[in-house]
């Protein structure tokens, strides 16, 4: 258990705040606090250096089971491989079982060579006499075996243990059946029939388990190197933060201090070249700020005061002051960090697939080995029961499930990470696997086809009101709203030094206005549908309402103790890139619907500059929730674009929910594909990858059952009768080994997949 000062694993006890490394660190404290809280608290009050901007972890997992999670490290009780972390150190040293494997391979590759050789070649040079050779063999292959190949063992035994039969199960068959039958020939050779006898000895086999020990540790050596190169996409997002941040202290002295020693409200000011420390807000000074690194935007947006800023990115020229308002595991960066692992280690459906085939077939393998063994020995040509310990062998060998079993996680490793690069997030695999057959997308309006940064229009009063008083009371309502709208009405009132007025009451109305008490008057603002459902006519403002919404503009009603007081008109320019979008998804064939909270006629305006046929207008978030469900019941594979709270129970309804970057929190922890831009050409971008991902995903599964399928018939020496020859096991473990290689190396080329 390890206490760090910034963790998601918290739990208070005794009015004390404990955090934790992981999940099951938290749930020992839950069963007994008591135990725990008092070396928690000396653990505590030993840290003295804060947390790093970026988590890196301590969980590991493993890479084809991402459900085995332990917040240390250890091996796979499923399949055996050594867990690696959930996510990687920027400068974490080389993969130690990497180091083991290439020690032990390394050290008794000289003896297999010897082995081989002597196998080969010493009965017809006649180098030693009979048994002699077998001792020399058996003295050769033995440190091979039983050191170098002693981690196979421990994996296939551990399968057996926990019932869950795996490649090491085979492996360790194999070879262990290899082993066992030469020491017994070697050490009891009396033991053996008359036509066992070849040469004067009987026949061993240890050059066999020799070479499968050495060419699967260089199989597992070629992997583990080609895996470490799935993580690269994380360790250069890590590698975007900087490591210090130069603080303005309270007595005007700047000091440059880690990035680990920033907190929220720093004053923290960035220099022209510098990266931006962690996220926050302009308090001083004017620059313009490449944001490519993290959004893939080439442009660098211009910042002035009050704007954002998001951690790691590149301020062009002129100085900043900023306030520090995310640190640690808030930051944006984290964040994606965060979201690219979770993804990286989730399981898709065509895996879930693979997974539950590959224990019946390690079992299915087993038997015909066995009966290989068997067929061989009972009608085989002598010596019929060697001819059947071999090919049994060969059988086990061959048709290791490994390439099975990595088909799937690599291509989905690789394709996160690139999918990183180009400001796309996926939350999980299944996001992937499933953006590929979607046929219809339903887009908000505000923040996903528009700007979502609307610019104040016009205010309009009835008789009974004043434009001042209708502009004053909205505004003084929306300062508690998120919505764009809102922020719009707000920043217009306060440039014009209207004072606003704290709501006495604030309610949102689920995505059609909001009401509240101000100045003791009760207020109602939003659209018609929030005016019918309080029963107030909105008849003396429609004709002017009508006529802004004909030019795409939004209106907003104000009523005040149930009468209608006044509208508010606010425009929200089309982001331009969002008709190029709609225009390509629809080449695509993906029907696009638009639902929006906004008035109908506003709606219209802005599909049919869009080329967008069937609009929603003036929906309630359920109202969303149930068209995408409507469309699901006949049939449909939808996909939902939000970026605001209405949006969060569509697109957690969706087949696929698609949240802004720029939008609210609650939509992209609904959502499972989040565009860091904010921009629909980037579901372009994330659909391309997704059909590539899947693409090459069936490519890795086709080629492990193709293999495996024509593998084992020919281990089983089915083809001897036309042939005349065998497949030797050291044969078929340079094919296990090529295999699991090749599957690792067809999806590291996604990584150059081109995405227009």
Known sequence: MAVTSSSKFGESYQGQKYQFCSLKCQEKFRADPERFSSNVSSAESRVTTPEPAVQTGTEFTCPMHPEIRQPGPGNCPKCGMTLEPVIPALDEEENPELRDFARRFWWSLPLTVIVTLLAMAGHTLQLFHGPIQNWIELALATPVTLWAGWPFFVRGIASIRNRSPNMWTLI???????????????????????????????????????????????????????????????????????KTARRINTDGQEEDIPLTHVHLGDHLRVRPGEKVPVDGSVLEGESAVDESMLTGEPVPVMKRAGDSLIGATLNTHGSLVMEAQKVGAETMLSQIVQMVARAQRSKAPMQRMADSIAGYFVMGVIAIAILTFVGWGLFGPEPSWVFGLINAVAVLIIACPCALGLATPMSIMVSTGKAASMGVLFR???????????????????????????VFHSVEATPSFNPHDVLQLAASLDQGSEHPLAHAIVDHARTENIKLTKPGSFESGSGIGVSGIVDGKK???????????????????????????????????????????????????????????????????????????????????????????????????????????????????????????????????????????????????????????????????????????????RQNLGFAFLYNSMGIPLAAGLLYPLTGHLLSPMIAAIAMSVSSASVVFNALRLRNTRID
């Open 172 to 242: 360790g068959l194999g070879t262990a059946a290899a082993y066992l039958y030469s020491v017994m020939a070697t050490l009891l050779p009396q033991s053996f029939p008359a036509t066992f006898m070849q040469d004067g000895r009987i026949g061993v086999y240890f050059e066999a388990a020799a070479v499968i020990i050495s060419l699967t540790l260089l199989g597992q050596i070629l992997e583990l190197k080609a895996r470490s190169q799935t993580s690269a996409a994380i360790k250069s997002l890590l590698g975007l933060s900087p």
């Open 428 to 454: 999980d695999a299944s996001a992937i696997e499933n953006l590929c057959k979607i046929d219809t997308l339903i887009v908000d309006k505000t923040g996903t086809l528009t700007e979502g940064r609307p």
């Open 523 to 697: 207020i109602q603002l939003g659209n018609t549908a929030l005016m019918e459902a309080a029963g107030v006519s909105t008849k003396p403002l429609q004709k002017r309402a009508e006529l802004l919404r004909l030019d795409g503009i939004s209106i907003i009603y104000l009523a005040v103790d149930g009468v209608l007081a006044g509208l508010l008109a606010v425009s929200d320019p089309i982001k331009p890139t969002s008709k190029e979008a709609v225009t390509k998804l629809k080449a695509d064939d993906i029907k696009i619907i638009m639902a929006t909270g906004d008035g109908l006629t506003t709606a219209r305006a802005v599909a049919r500059e869009m080329g967008i046929e069937e609009v929603h207008g003036e929906v309630k978030p359920q109202d969303k929730e149930r068209l995408v469900a409507d469309l699901q019941q006949n049939g449909r594979k939808v996909a939902m674009a939000g970026d605001g709270i209405n949006d969060a129970p569509a697109l957690a309804r969706a087949d696929v929910g698609i949240a802004m970057g720029t939008g609210t929190d609650v939509a992209m922890n609904s959502a499972q594909l989040t565009l860091v831009k904010g921009d629909l050409m980037g579901i372009l971008r994330a659909r391309a990858l997704s059909v590539a991902t899947v693409k090459n995903m």
